[in-house]
């Protein structure tokens, strides 16, 4: 059975740094498209970045500059380097999979990590 796993959150100041990671214990990761995503207290989940199984990455508009997202196969890990940490970036991030590119399209990816929190505060 296929899942995803994230770790690395935690609570961390205001233009501090944080760094994800996204496994598939048990199962290597090399053929899917991996994208994070986000939900901050009362607001709608969110795209933050995607990384395919080619390489290819997109960022939120939101995270352009400051979140750096990267996969080694070998590892079956990807990766979400957070720099330069808003209180807006408060929120619960989830890995998830797909295959055929990457999209911020919730309803693409059919399989989804249990969420690790992330809180920026002063």
């Known amino acids: 059975q296929l899942t995803f796993v994230e770790s690395g959150g935690g609570l961390v100041q205001p233009g501090g740094s944080v760094r994800l990671s996204c496994t598939t214990p048990g199962f290597p990761l090399e053929h899917y498209d991996i994208g994070w995503f986000r939900q901050a207290p009362g607001k709608e989940r969110e795209g933050v970045s995607c990384i395919s199984s080619g390489g290819s990455t997109n960022y939120a508009d939101s995270v352009k500059g400051r979140f750096t997202i990267s996969r080694d196969n070998a590892k079956a890990t990807v990766y979400l380097q957070m720099d330069s940490l808003k209180p807006d970036d408060t929120a619960i991030y989830y890995c998830?999979?797909?295959?055929?590119?990457?999209?911020?399209?919730?309803?693409?990816?059919?399989?989804w990590g249990q969420g690790t929190q992330v809180t920026v505060s002063s």
């Open positions: 998830a999979g797909k295959m055929f590119g990457c999209t911020f399209n919730q309803r693409s990816y059919p399989r």
